[in-house]
């Protein structure tokens, strides 16, 4: 049996300045997929200013946010179900 | 196993052709107001710096005669630049040099002289930035003999059809439409962000695609275009009208063939363009279906295109303009005579 | 730097092609254009720009290039074309629309190009600049030899496309040199009422790039000035403005009445006639003897008069080839 353990994929609590909302402009791996830690996984928008959210972990990507979307700094967007032996 | 979904805005899918066919040829250069460290004010040239550095990624002055007249010099003496236009809307201070240079050119020396330059430039309105910073001049550009054009509705052309431009030895226009960059502050139509490849291919330059099968009616478009097309064929599909949607995806060489093999496969035709509705693109298409045999259509073709009006600022004036899926379903709707 | 003893002689051997070269097309131009002067007609149809007066500038400069370096002129380009070395014969057959010219008979008069000799010239005033500017960048970016010169009128220097041009240049510290032929008219507007400064070199400075004004339309003096220019350019050292006096002796096109012109200016002009203030300077100097002169205007009229032959006697392509070469 292997043991499956959820990496949350969270935006960082310092990435822009300003305590203001942000959104998910674009997803650019749909759910349920396969990725590799370092993939490029979304783009979320603060100000004008995008910034890149990459996967901390490799696994299968369950998004919980979708694009459109506000999200707040520290906001868990996806989990990576990280499998291993 | 099958290669890792990996899906690209078109404005990274640019930015990767760019860089995997500067990689591979050193005489791929590229120059326009701030493509460089800034990465183009649509993300189109997104990282370009950062590897090339300023030789080969060069931000310009805001001088298009001169920028736009060096591409067709430096084109002319074996390099290959993508210039950029920011706007296409800003054609008109350099259009002596795209109109009669670069695509002249060629012919004037019997063909003893290629000017194998790519102006990429950005299209498309929305979003209220007012009538020289909204337009699509599709017709304009298309009406011009030696120029080749390219319009892209989603990043898997984007990438593709970007590497073939870059390669092709006639000049080429490659006309982006704003709303599918995946630019946040613009708004982007997500159907244009699409799973793209890593490694280098080539979308042929002038063969439209049939991005939904129908047998009632066809949709041909362009650009944004295609996915207004696409909502309406889900309603018109609720209806139960059948459309197909055609992507031109490039204006010329226009694939005339497969515009008339759907249209006589349905017999109806509506075109959908953004660009102003006479004298261009909408006309085009129609015409090169009825002269070649009017016989094949149940109907009277029908266009949804901007209308013939300078573009308005105010935001609900500029929203009743343009093209959309709803005014696709009225159309269609027409042709097909479903609607009582 | 001054003109060595061969380069004089070629100097004057090119006017002299040059100054034939127009006189017969001059000629031709104007057979079945009388009684009744429509432009269409004829062996030579469309317009035409001779550029009688004016060949010291293309000789002075032409002098210090090669075939590698690029030029590009304007709708008045015959005396640069021939002084960048353009195949004599294909040019006159591209100027009568024949198979065998530059370009098959799609360029024309001001459509000129020779790719063997990274020649071009284009119709729209002021739009060579920006393509000189390109070519300039490619060797710069090749790291290949060549400089570029773009040719224009003094009327070019008030278009966008020239101060653009000119600053780019400066910016990216470009080899290319622009050297403007003051001929004083653009077409019946006189410089001084359409140009804010008295010469257009005192421009340069605006795009911090040297600019030198030649009076006096005479090939050793240009000779200097450009080969100045041209060396810097070579060396590395960016941009240069030229701004050479010259005397357009014809109209600004065929047909022109010039009734625009003062009285007396014309036959004032034709008194300065460059070439034969050349011929006599070289005689009186000793650098031509009458043998050496007479051999030179010898050679000079079979290379026209060989042009204008094949030219003659060419044919023209099939009307449905103008279909051709529209892409790469």
């Given at each position: ?85 | ?71 067709v010099g430096?084109a002319a003496d074996g ?22 240079l670069m695509a002249k050119n060629t012919y004037f020396s019997g063909g003893n002289i290629n000017v194998p ?29 030696g ?22 030895n006639s000049p ?169 | ?66 075939a590698e370096?690029i030029v590009t002129a304007?709708?008045?380009p015959?005396?640069?074309a021939?002084?960048k070395g353009v195949d004599?014969k294909k040019m006159?057959a591209e100027?009568?629309?024949k198979a065998t010219g530059l370009s098959g008979g799609r360029g024309g008069?001001m459509h000129l190009f020779d790719a063997n000799v990274n020649f071009s010239c284009s ?8 393509p000189?500017?390109?070519a ?181 392509s099939?009307?449905?080839s103008a279909?051709e070469h529209v892409f790469a």
């Amino acid at each position: 049996m292997t043991d499956e353990t959820a990496q949350a994929v969270r935006i960082p609590v310092d990435l822009w300045e300003e305590d203001v909302e942000a959104v998910i402009t674009t997803w650019f791996v749909s759910g349920e997929a396969e990725v590799d830690q370092g993939d490029l996984l979304a783009e979320v928008m603060a100000e004008k200013i995008q910034f890149e959210i990459v996967a901390p972990a490799s696994g299968i990507l369950n998004i919980m946010v979708q694009q459109d979307e506000l999200v707040e700094k520290g906001d868990t967007i996806a989990t990576i179900t990280v499998s291993s032996n | 196993m099958a290669a890792k979904e990996r899906k690209l805005t078109v404005a990274r899918a640019m930015a990767e052709a760019m860089s995997q066919e500067m990689r591979a040829d050193e005489q791929v250069f590229v120059m326009g107001e701030d493509v460089g460290p800034l990465g183009g004010v649509f993300g189109n040239t997104r990282g370009l710096y950062e590897e090339f550095g300023k030789e080969r990624v060069r931000d310009t002055p805001i001088s298009e005669t001169a920028f736009m007249g060096a591409a067709v010099g430096a084109a002319a003496d074996g390099m290959r630049p993508i210039v950029e236009l920011m706007f296409v809307d800003f054609f008109g201070v350099c259009f002596d040099a795209i109109y009669n240079l670069m695509a002249k050119n060629t012919y004037f020396s019997g063909g003893n002289i290629n000017v194998p330059a790519v102006i990429m430039t950005s299209t498309g309105g929305g979003y209220s930035d007012g009538g020289q910073h909204s337009q699509c001049l599709y017709g304009t550009f298309a009406h011009l003999p030696g120029m080749k054009v390219v319009v892209p509705s989603n990043a898997f052309d984007a990438k593709g059809m970007l590497t073939a431009a870059i390669r092709d030895n006639s000049p080429v226009i490659y006309m982006f439409h704003k709303g599918l960059q995946g630019m946040g502050w613009l708004g982007t139509e997500a159907g244009a962000t699409v799973n793209v490849p890593e490694e280098q291919y080539t979308v042929e330059i002038g063969k439209a695609a049939t991005v939904s099968e129908g047998h009632d009616v066809t949709i041909v478009s362009l650009g944004m275009g295609v996915h207004h097309s696409l909502r309406a064929a889900a309603l018109l599909q609720e209806k139960g009208v059948s459309a197909e949607v055609v992507d031109l995806r490039a204006l010329v060489p226009l694939d005339r063939d497969h515009i008339f093999e759907s249209v006589k496969k349905t017999g109806r035709l509506v075109v959908v363009d953004e660009d102003y509705q006479s004298y261009g693109v909408s006309g085009e298409v129609i015409a090169s279906v009825v002269e070649r045999d009017i016989s094949i259509l149940k109907a009277a073709p029908q266009r949804v295109a901007y209308p013939d009006i300078p573009i308005p600022f105010a935001h609900h004036m500029e929203q009743w303009a343009l093209p959309n899926a709803e005014k696709i379903v009225s159309a269609c709707l027409e042709v097909t005579h479903s609607d009582g | 730097m001054d003109p060595t003893l061969e380069q004089k002689q070629w100097m004057y051997r090119q006017m002299l092609v040059s100054r034939l070269f127009e006189e017969r097309v001059e000629q031709i131009y104007l057979e079945g254009k009388t009684p009744v002067f429509n432009m269409a007609n004829g062996p030579i149809p469309g317009e035409m720009h001779l550029s009688n007066g004016q060949e010291p500038c293309a000789v002075g400069v032409c002098a210090h290039l090669n075939a590698e370096d690029i030029v590009t002129a304007t709708h008045r380009p015959h005396h640069q074309a021939i002084a960048k070395g353009v195949d004599l014969k294909k040019m006159a057959a591209e100027i009568f629309g024949k198979a065998t010219g530059l370009s098959g008979g799609r360029g024309g008069h001001m459509h000129l190009f020779d790719a063997n000799v990274n020649f071009s010239c284009s119709g729209i005033v002021g739009q060579g600049l920006g393509p000189a500017v390109g070519a300039a960048l490619s060797r710069k970016m090749q790291k290949k030899s060549g400089v570029a010169v773009s040719f224009l009128g003094e009327g070019a220097a008030n278009q966008g496309a020239f101060h653009e041009s000119l600053n780019l240049a400066a910016v990216w510290n470009l080899p290319v040199i622009f050297v403007i032929e003051d001929n004083a008219w653009g077409i019946s507007v006189a410089k001084e009422t359409a140009t804010a400064v008295k010469h257009n070199a005192t421009r340069a400075a605006a795009y911090d790039m040297p600019g030198v004004y030649v009076p006096g339309n005479d090939p050793d003096a240009i000779f200097t000035a450009a080969g100045e220019a041209i060396q810097r350019a070579r060396a590395g050292g960016g941009p240069s403005l030229l701004d050479i006096e010259t005397y357009r002796l014809a109209g600004h096109f065929m047909g022109d009445a010039e009734a625009y012109r003062p009285e007396g200016e014309k036959e004032g002009l034709l008194k300065k006639d460059p070439i034969l203030g050349y011929e006599s300077a070289l005689l009186a100097s000793g650098n031509l003897s009458e043998s050496e002169n007479a051999e030179i205007k010898d050679s000079a009229k079979r290379a026209v008069d060989e042009a204008i032959e094949f030219a003659r006697e060419s044919q023209f392509s099939n009307p449905e080839s103008a279909l051709e070469h529209v892409f790469a």
